[in-house]
């Protein structure tokens, strides 16, 4: 066993250290001490003139973004006060009741478009009947000239002129003619 010299001898160890405030109030104190020192920072900057430019800066700043975001709201306003945002949108609708038959103003606007639809397409189906009606007159016409044709060809008189440039005798026929009767 070790006597109370000995004990005397050992070095306590930090750990074993008796400290009379806590962690946390050191802490404070630490936290204190830095207060101090920024407050007395700028103290000095203040007695220097320097605060007073900074505080310029930071006015001038804020000036700066106010005139930023004043210039913003500004273009937005623009942009909604533009007719085309504005019927788009339906911001063009100040009044209620207006408001209130935005609907049937955008049901108005959709037969419009689809009586413009309706049009195209009959336009386009007349056109093709027109250039249908062209070619079915030219095919009559085509056939009335093949009839004619046809008719001089198959006439008595040009047959029998036909018969006579070959040659061919055109005789009556043997039987006589009877009629039948139904």
Known sequence: ??????RDMVPQS???EFHPLSEEELREREEAEEFRRRVRREILRVQSGEADEDIARDREQEAEEQREQQEREQRVAR????LFWQIFSGNILVNRSV???YRYF????GICFVSIVVMFTSLA????YSRLEREVQLLRERSIRLQEQLYRRTTHAA??????????DLQDPRRPKAVVEE
């Open 1 to 6: 066993m070790a006597t109370d010299d000995e």
């Open 14 to 16: 930090e750990e074993d």
């Open 79 to 82: 942009k909604r006060s533009r």
């Open 99 to 101: 408001a209130e038959n």
């Open 106 to 109: 955008a049901a108005i606007a």
């Open 125 to 128: 189906a007349d056109m093709k």
């Open 159 to 168: 047959i029998s002129e036909e018969l006579r440039r070959r040659g061919i």
